[in-house]
């Protein structure tokens, strides 16, 4: 029962995993049967500028021009920093780690490695194929039949004399190399070819220099010199230089333009020139490795030295040395342009400059119309003033009696006393008592004058410029009432002023506003004059709404006849016998121009003028 | 000696109208208002009255008026500080002997009095 139940899943599961063990083995056996090994052995060691370049681009290339998978082992020949390297060790190890694995393809990275290999190829799996890249034609060895080489053709002269047509005053040139046995090597070859120069230019190499004595030597460099950096491995001192690093901190501190013949370099602080195009050689050497592992005799396969691509020289470096672009060779490439703020910020800066000119329209606009409302400012403060002129003429001519009659009587007072006192002086013995009281009564007449003078000096100022000020109206009332009651009780009138508790704050100058309440206090006193019954004149402040005040002035005279209500306000309309027809109009202007408005209107006994102003801020 | 009345609702006027008048030997009765001068009966006993025309309540013109009206022939002169047409014509109209604009010289007021018969 049990086994009928549970073996039809059981024969399943026992299938499936037989046929994913079956198909794990056929997969991994395909994999290992297509992958090709290849074997980089790097001269000195892995991260040795240019040859970790080279490297790096012939791993990419295999990669992506193989059809087959890749299987790269790497070792580096570390006794090629030292002179006196022991190499049979490295054999052994070599035997002993890869003996076992069987190897498609051995690629050397630089001329030692290469040597090396050619020095022990008959010790060294000599049935499989080896490539020798990344090395200079003068110091490669001849491959044998099983080996290829992919070799680069680095003119020395030539780069200085590129140098020399760039830079046409240089005098001296300083050549940065190293001292490891593959260094010494390349120099002996570097003298010898810059041999024919030494009459045109003074050359010194600095393979007895420790780096930190180059980097000394490079920061005081006599004019009219240029660096090149050839090689840097290992220096005098026998500290090993790995990468770009070197080079990195001559330019740091070098006060001359700094040459190199490997693009490596390129970018990290060299001018530029014609140098080895490290990428397109590795490419071809990777293309070259490809044949190989495809197949073809590696003796068969013969690719003449790649030389110098066309000169390509660092923007950033022209301009630090001044060299001129004109200067460079035709076809030349100029790279690490730093952009302008222009070709930078093209799209930033159009639209940073649309809206500084919008702004400046605008700003414009707003000028041209600031110098307009200044235009109308100036004009309307001229009608003003023109009609303060005329108010305080129309003041003037409404207090004129007024001011006879205030400062008649004192002088009269003073005229009759003094002659009262010369009458008295004539006396004998002249009653000095009484002078005493002429003298003191003379006195205060004089004061009085004075004071009738000062008062009305303020109201009928003639000023140009208005006082605009905040104050409460409630003052300009009292002020106004102090000036005119002794006219208005002469002339029989009850003056009664209602005025509002709270303080009524407007804007404007005073004494237009006194003129203005003066106007329509006089204006009720003359309306009421020759009429029956008693003559009262009320004026009443109070606030109107949130925004405005009102002063009413009303009188007890017999009213605006109806048919003069409207006009009343306009020039030269009057309801009296001596009046200018002015005095109206001219409250009213005033009022409009600091924003209130003036009415009259009639009540049961009497007219009433009212007006509104705005409540000033605080 | 003769009685000079002087009506001025002017203190300082009055005071010094009086020492003015005084000196030059006349009696000087002094009154505020043309309502004080009535009620004192003061015409019948002045010479002259020397009258201000602006007073607080009833004017020098009303008053020199009523006194014509009442039949009084005394002798007004008129002063004012407000001088204008329409007054001096009033004044005139009213009967007035002399009209002086304030502040005026004694010799005028003193010639003034003098013509009086």
Same mark, same amino acid.
């Given at each position: 029962m049990t086994s009928r139940t549970n073996g039809p899943p059981y024969r399943m599961i026992t299938r499936i995993v037989l046929s994913s063990i079956v198909l794990l083995l056929a997969m991994t056996g395909a994999a290992f049967s297509q992958s090709k090994r290849v074997l980089l052995v790097h001269s000195v060691g892995r991260d040795f500028s240019p040859w970790d370049d080279y490297a790096r681009h012939i791993r990419e290339q295999l990669k992506l021009q193989s059809k087959d998978p890749i299987d790269i082992f790497e070792v580096s020949l #570390? !006794?090629?920093?030292?002179?006196?390297?022991?190499e049979d060790a490295f054999v052994s190890y070599l035997n002993a780690v890869f003996s076992e694995r069987k190897l498609d393809l051995i690629m050397t990275i630089g001329g030692p490695a290469a040597r090396f290999f050619q020095q022990n190829r008959e010790r060294i799996f000599p049935a499989i194929p080896t490539l020798y890249a990344a090395l200079e034609q003068r110091i490669s060895p001849n491959a044998p039949q099983t080996d290829a080489m992919v070799s680069v053709s680095i003119d020395v002269v030539g780069t200085v004399e590129q140098i020399l047509k760039l830079v046409?005053? !240089?005098t001296r040139v300083f050549v940065v190399h190293g001292t490891s046995p593959i260094e010494k090597q390349w120099l002996v070859a570097i003298r010898k070819l810059l041999q024919p120069l030494a009459s045109r230019v003074e050359i010194t190499y600095s393979n007895e220099l420790s780096l930190e004595e180059i980097l000394k030597q490079v920061a005081v460099l006599p004019p009219r010199t240029v660096i090149i950096?050839?090689?840097?491995? +290992?220096d005098a001192a026998g500290v090993v230089h790995e990468g770009g690093r070197a080079l990195e901190r001559i330019h740091a501190v070098a006060n001359a333009p700094i040459f190199a013949e490997q693009d490596t370099f390129f970018g990290r602080g060299i001018v530029g020139?014609?140098? !080895?195009?490290i990428t397109d050689v590795s490419r071809q050497t990777a293309a070259v490795a490809v044949r190989i592992l495809g197949g073809e005799t590696p003796g068969s396969i013969k690719t003449p030295p790649i030389p110098a691509a066309s000169p390509r020289y660092d923007w950033r470096e022209l301009k630090r040395w001044n060299i001129g672009e004109s200067q460079l060779p035709p076809g030349s490439q100029i790279l690490f342009r730093v952009p302008s703020v222009w070709e930078q910020y093209r799209l930033e800066v159009s639209a940073v400059t649309a809206a500084i000119l919008l702004q400046a329209g605008i700003i414009g606009l707003l000028l041209v119309e600031r110098r307009r409302r200044h235009v109308a400012q100036a004009e309307a403060n001229s009608r003003r003033q023109e009609v303060v002129r005329l108010n305080r003429v129309t003041t003037a001519s409404v207090l004129s009696s007024s001011i006879a009659h205030e400062l008649n009587q004192p002088l009269g007072a003073i005229l009759s006393n003094t002659e009262a006192a010369q009458m008295l002086l004539k006396a004998n013995p002249p009653d000095v008592a009484q002078l005493g009281e002429i003298l003191s009564d003379i006195v205060r007449d004089e004061q009085r004058a004075s004071d009738i003078i000062s008062g009305l000096r303020n109201l009928l100022n003639n000023r140009t410029e208005s006082d605009l000020r905040t104050f409460d109206l409630n003052d300009s009332v009292r002020d106004v009432v102090k000036i005119v009651s002794p006219e208005i009780t002469r002339r029989g009138v009850n003056l009664r002023t209602i005025l509002a508790p709270e303080p009524l704050p407007v804007r404007c100058d005073p004494i237009h506003l006194q003129q203005v309440l003066m106007n329509l206090v006089m204006n009720g006193v003359d309306a009421m004059e020759? +009429?029956?019954g008693p003559h009262n004149l009320t004026i009443r402040t109070a606030l109107a709404d949130a925004d405005g005040i009102e002063v009413r002035v009303s009188d #007890?005279?017999?009213?605006?006849?109806n048919d003069k209500l409207a006009s009343v306000f306009n020039a030269f309309v009057t309801t009296k016998p001596h009046g200018t027809g002015l005095g109206l109009p001219i409250a009213r202007t005033i009022l409009e121009s600091y924003g209130g408005e003036l009415w009259a209107e009639n009540h049961p006994r009497g007219a009433v003028f009212s007006f509104k102003l705005p409540l000033a801020k605080a | 000696m003769r009685t000079i009345a002087v009506v001025d609702d002017n203190p300082s006027m009055l005071q010094g109208l009086n020492r003015l008048l005084s000196a030059h030997g006349f009696i000087v009765r002094t009154f505020a208002s043309a309502e004080s001068f009535l009620e004192a009966n003061a015409e019948c006993e002045a010479d002259c009255l020397l009258l201000d025309v602006h007073l607080g309540g009833i004017s020098g013109i009303d008053l020199q008026r009523q006194l014509i009206a009442s039949g009084r022939e005394l002798p007004v002169i008129i002063m004012t500080a407000i001088d204008n047409e329409v007054t001096r014509q009033e004044a005139f109209d009213a009967g007035c002997v002399a009209y002086l604009k304030k502040p005026f010289l004694s010799k005028l007021l003193i010639d003034a009095i003098g013509r009086i018969p």
């Amino acid at each position: 029962m049990t086994s009928r139940t549970n073996g039809p899943p059981y024969r399943m599961i026992t299938r499936i995993v037989l046929s994913s063990i079956v198909l794990l083995l056929a997969m991994t056996g395909a994999a290992f049967s297509q992958s090709k090994r290849v074997l980089l052995v790097h001269s000195v060691g892995r991260d040795f500028s240019p040859w970790d370049d080279y490297a790096r681009h012939i791993r990419e290339q295999l990669k992506l021009q193989s059809k087959d998978p890749i299987d790269i082992f790497e070792v580096s020949l #570390s !006794t090629a920093r030292f002179p006196d390297g022991n190499e049979d060790a490295f054999v052994s190890y070599l035997n002993a780690v890869f003996s076992e694995r069987k190897l498609d393809l051995i690629m050397t990275i630089g001329g030692p490695a290469a040597r090396f290999f050619q020095q022990n190829r008959e010790r060294i799996f000599p049935a499989i194929p080896t490539l020798y890249a990344a090395l200079e034609q003068r110091i490669s060895p001849n491959a044998p039949q099983t080996d290829a080489m992919v070799s680069v053709s680095i003119d020395v002269v030539g780069t200085v004399e590129q140098i020399l047509k760039l830079v046409p005053e !240089t005098t001296r040139v300083f050549v940065v190399h190293g001292t490891s046995p593959i260094e010494k090597q390349w120099l002996v070859a570097i003298r010898k070819l810059l041999q024919p120069l030494a009459s045109r230019v003074e050359i010194t190499y600095s393979n007895e220099l420790s780096l930190e004595e180059i980097l000394k030597q490079v920061a005081v460099l006599p004019p009219r010199t240029v660096i090149i950096y050839a090689q840097m491995l +290992v220096d005098a001192a026998g500290v090993v230089h790995e990468g770009g690093r070197a080079l990195e901190r001559i330019h740091a501190v070098a006060n001359a333009p700094i040459f190199a013949e490997q693009d490596t370099f390129f970018g990290r602080g060299i001018v530029g020139g014609r140098m !080895t195009d490290i990428t397109d050689v590795s490419r071809q050497t990777a293309a070259v490795a490809v044949r190989i592992l495809g197949g073809e005799t590696p003796g068969s396969i013969k690719t003449p030295p790649i030389p110098a691509a066309s000169p390509r020289y660092d923007w950033r470096e022209l301009k630090r040395w001044n060299i001129g672009e004109s200067q460079l060779p035709p076809g030349s490439q100029i790279l690490f342009r730093v952009p302008s703020v222009w070709e930078q910020y093209r799209l930033e800066v159009s639209a940073v400059t649309a809206a500084i000119l919008l702004q400046a329209g605008i700003i414009g606009l707003l000028l041209v119309e600031r110098r307009r409302r200044h235009v109308a400012q100036a004009e309307a403060n001229s009608r003003r003033q023109e009609v303060v002129r005329l108010n305080r003429v129309t003041t003037a001519s409404v207090l004129s009696s007024s001011i006879a009659h205030e400062l008649n009587q004192p002088l009269g007072a003073i005229l009759s006393n003094t002659e009262a006192a010369q009458m008295l002086l004539k006396a004998n013995p002249p009653d000095v008592a009484q002078l005493g009281e002429i003298l003191s009564d003379i006195v205060r007449d004089e004061q009085r004058a004075s004071d009738i003078i000062s008062g009305l000096r303020n109201l009928l100022n003639n000023r140009t410029e208005s006082d605009l000020r905040t104050f409460d109206l409630n003052d300009s009332v009292r002020d106004v009432v102090k000036i005119v009651s002794p006219e208005i009780t002469r002339r029989g009138v009850n003056l009664r002023t209602i005025l509002a508790p709270e303080p009524l704050p407007v804007r404007c100058d005073p004494i237009h506003l006194q003129q203005v309440l003066m106007n329509l206090v006089m204006n009720g006193v003359d309306a009421m004059e020759g +009429v029956a019954g008693p003559h009262n004149l009320t004026i009443r402040t109070a606030l109107a709404d949130a925004d405005g005040i009102e002063v009413r002035v009303s009188d #007890s005279g017999p009213g605006i006849p109806n048919d003069k209500l409207a006009s009343v306000f306009n020039a030269f309309v009057t309801t009296k016998p001596h009046g200018t027809g002015l005095g109206l109009p001219i409250a009213r202007t005033i009022l409009e121009s600091y924003g209130g408005e003036l009415w009259a209107e009639n009540h049961p006994r009497g007219a009433v003028f009212s007006f509104k102003l705005p409540l000033a801020k605080a | 000696m003769r009685t000079i009345a002087v009506v001025d609702d002017n203190p300082s006027m009055l005071q010094g109208l009086n020492r003015l008048l005084s000196a030059h030997g006349f009696i000087v009765r002094t009154f505020a208002s043309a309502e004080s001068f009535l009620e004192a009966n003061a015409e019948c006993e002045a010479d002259c009255l020397l009258l201000d025309v602006h007073l607080g309540g009833i004017s020098g013109i009303d008053l020199q008026r009523q006194l014509i009206a009442s039949g009084r022939e005394l002798p007004v002169i008129i002063m004012t500080a407000i001088d204008n047409e329409v007054t001096r014509q009033e004044a005139f109209d009213a009967g007035c002997v002399a009209y002086l604009k304030k502040p005026f010289l004694s010799k005028l007021l003193i010639d003034a009095i003098g013509r009086i018969p």
